[in-house]
């Protein structure tokens, strides 16, 4: 599935006309093409649905979620909620996903009012991990500034060799011939020249193709109608003010003349009438100043009428009228769906429709998007409607996302604390507690847990004074509560150390089937990208076995967090070209995680570099499926991971999603003491997912 998105260069380029113009293209090549425009950009005067949408619905049957208002969008964006937004607009994409082959997406177009739209549009392209189609138009005959324009929203999205910047659409071009024209421009504008960029269509302006209806011209001057006549039909190529005798306005009453004159203009309403009467299928009359016709010459005229000459008037002087009527918005209206037909067929005519069908055709690899991410990790762990138990009841952090949990249906929480103690702070800080959260005094439930603790840890002489002492710790009861198949997971370490969480775990829950070892990964939200990293926070220096283990471990996470694996072992050289002890425990891990799984890509040892950039993959590692193009990234010891780990989260402004722990018989996951409100609830929504992924 490819999704496409269209990126004006500026205002007035005829995004609409072009997104229904690349849509039949698609059609035509026997595509399921779906269509997205997830912000409304609405015009003066619109009142009805998004036009876009409503165009695309009555030119191709293609219906899509409503889009999202601009004033809900400014206000997610004012208030620093950028992220919130992109989430719910892939929710958005992804209840048309699966209908469709291709996606077109339609952009923001940049304005006064809307001076962030490029900055969206940006976002929209990672978000829903968009090929991006640039479209433009001449707004002078100076090349140079056209090629600027260009160049530089491509630079918005990675530049013109960026791969996913795939090549612009010219509309409205004044120049003729056309191929003159392209040849300019490549020389002005080297991508096209190199080929970096792909002219995917050049299209000349067809000003018959902008003619709107008469009743157009009607509706924005609220003008009263006197005579209906072919006012659906008409449509006006051009306006005249009526100041002149009348032997020098016949000759400019043409076809599709909107003749506009004052009331009393007897001679200019009795030549006009001729001249319809004559067979000249002018757009209309319009009469300023509220001034009534004389009747004996309404008399005359009146087979005018009868013919299907439009009539109208205003209040306003011929002036002000004049003016008025300039300020028609030239997009085609929802109800005019003769001149949608004319303009798709027009530009889908003028558009590469076989490279832009080749293109379709081609498998790329798909990237999971951080919003996608968020989104898919808050959907699956609703689904998944487990039972988590958190022991820091009492810590505000927790209580307030246990809340947020609770009301939007992630999970069930249980906050182990006094209830008193958890509704007190709640009202300092103002958390509205829903009325199904479950709190748990612990010492109403500490005793029947002694005997399975006990029966548990016999082989380790475990008493039941000991039992009920180590049971005052609300970690060591949530982790029994997990044992007893109570709650089905664990978040903890807000303010308990990783040690004091894995503990208890690793006593009580003991390793999943098939592993020795608990490891951790974390969730590296790049800005166009989410990455695994693993391990960094649990195994100081693992051995070849137990690193080729947690590369097992962190593929099977990835997979089930909808990443696909490609894992590359972490080292300070590439391939064969170093020695030593350390290079040597990557190569015999890779060696080890290969032969136990065949089917995951598995690479190394591979620099950082070597594994994330493709350039530097192809160089150093031509032959690897993984260099360049890596997923999972598995550090040879927690110095290096978590030391990596922080300076790409703090460098580059990374979110990151954990520790999450794996290779536990039940998902127990541990949190930083840093961590805000947000950290903790996607941490539940993990270990939800966790859950409801082990057997």
């Known amino acids: ?141 100076d090349l140079n500034e056209l090629s600027d324009r260009i160049e530089m929203q491509a630079q918005l999205f990675g530049g013109t060799k960026d791969p996913k910047v795939l090549g612009v659409i010219i509309n409205k071009v004044n120049d003729a011939p056309i191929a003159g024209f392209i040849e300019r421009l490549k020389s002005h504008l080297p991508a096209l020249r190199k080929g970096d960029l792909h002219l995917i269509g050049c299209i000349a302006a067809k000003e018959e193709l902008n003619n709107a209806r008469t009743s157009d011209f009607a509706e924005l001057i609220k003008a009263k109608v006197h005579n209906t006549g072919d006012i659906e039909q008409r449509r006006v190529q051009k306006v005249i003010l009526c100041s002149r005798t009348v032997a020098n306005i016949v000759p400019l009453l043409q076809p599709g003349v909107l003749v506009v004159c004052p009331g009393d203009r007897d001679d200019i309403i009795l030549a006009t009438s001729l001249a319809e009467m004559n067979g000249v299928l002018l757009a209309g009359l319009l009469l300023t100043g509220d001034l009534t016709p004389n009747p004996s010459i309404i008399d005359i005229g009146e087979r005018a009428l009868k013919g299907g000459l439009p009539v109208m008037s205003v209040p306003t002087g011929s002036y002000d009228t004049a003016y008025n009527l300039t300020r028609l918005y030239k997009g085609i209206p929802i109800s005019d769906t003769e001149r949608a037909k004319a303009v798709t067929d027009y530009i889908a005519g003028h558009l590469d429709q076989d490279w832009l069908a080749a293109r379709c055709k081609t498998t790329r690899q798909l990237l999971l998007s951080p919003p996608a991410f968020r989104h898919q990790l808050v959907k699956r762990a609703q689904a998944a409607n487990k039972r988590i138990v958190l022991p820091e009841g009492n810590e505000p952090r927790t209580i ?49 847990f002694i005997a399975p603790m006990v029966e548990l840890r016999k082989d380790k002489g475990l008493t039941p004074q000991l039992a009920n002492v180590q049971l005052e710790d609300t970690v060591v009861l949530a982790t029994m509560m997990l044992a007893e198949d109570e709650v089905d997971g664990l978040v903890s370490g807000a303010v308990h150390t990783t040690a004091s969480t894995i503990r208890p775990a690793l006593q009580l829950i003991k390793t999943a089937p098939g592993y020795n070892l608990v490891s951790s990964v974390f969730f590296m939200l790049l800005p166009d990208q989410v990455l695994v990293y693993g391990d960094c926070a649990v ?27 490609r894992v590359a072992m972490i080292s300070y050289s590439t391939g064969d070209s170093g020695t030593g002890a350390e290079v040597e425990k990557v190569r015999e891990a890779t060696r080890i995680a290969q032969e136990r799984n065949p089917d995951i890509p598995i690479d190394g040892p ?68 840093g961590a805000l409100v947000d950290d903790i609830v996607f941490t539940i929504a993990l270990t939800a997912i966790q859950a409801a992924n082990m057997p």
């Open 539 to 565: 195994n100081p220096d693992p051995n070849a076995t137990q690193l080729a283990e947690i590369a097992l471990q962190s593929a099977e996470s990835a997979q089930a967090f909808g990443i696909d694996p």
């Open 606 to 673: 591979l620099q950082y570099d070597a594994a994330s950039i493709e350039s530097v993959g192809r160089s150093k590692a031509p032959d690897s499926l993984v260099a360049g193009r890596a997923t999972v990234f598995i550090f040879p010891d927690l110095n290096t991971g978590n030391t990596t780990y922080k300076a790409v989260q703090r460098s580059a402004n990374v979110i990151s999603v954990g520790p999450m722990l794996q290779g536990l018989r039940k998902p127990v996951n541990d949190l930083s003491r």
């Open 1 to 141: 599935m490819h999704t496409f998105l269209l990126a004006p260069t500026g205002f007035g380029v005829g995004l609409s006309s072009i997104s229904l113009g690349v849509v039949q293209s698609l059609l035509r090549s026997g595509l399921k093409v779906g269509f997205f425009k997830p912000i409304a950009q609405p015009h003066s005067g619109d009142t009805g649905p998004e036009r876009s949408s409503a165009l695309m619905e009555a030119a191709h049957g293609i219906r899509q979620p409503k889009a999202l208002s601009l004033a809900y969008v400014e206000r997610l964006i004012g208030n620093g909620q950028l992220d919130e937004l992109m989430e719910e607009i892939v929710s958005m994409h992804q209840q048309i996903q699966a209908e469709y082959d291709i996606i077109i997406v339609e952009g923001m177009t940049p304005s006064r009012q809307a001076n962030y739209a490029e900055r969206i549009n940006a976002y929209l392209a990672k978000t829903l991990d968009a090929e991006v189609i640039l479209v433009s138009a001449p707004t002078s005959d």
């Open 400 to 448: 307030q996302a246990a809340a947020i949990c609770q009301k939007r249906g992630i999970a069930r929480c249980v906050l182990i604390a006094k209830p008193d103690e958890v509704h007190a702070i709640a009202k300092a800080q103002g958390i509205d507690l829903p009325a199904d959260l479950e709190i748990i005094d612990p010492d109403s439930i500490r005793q029947r």
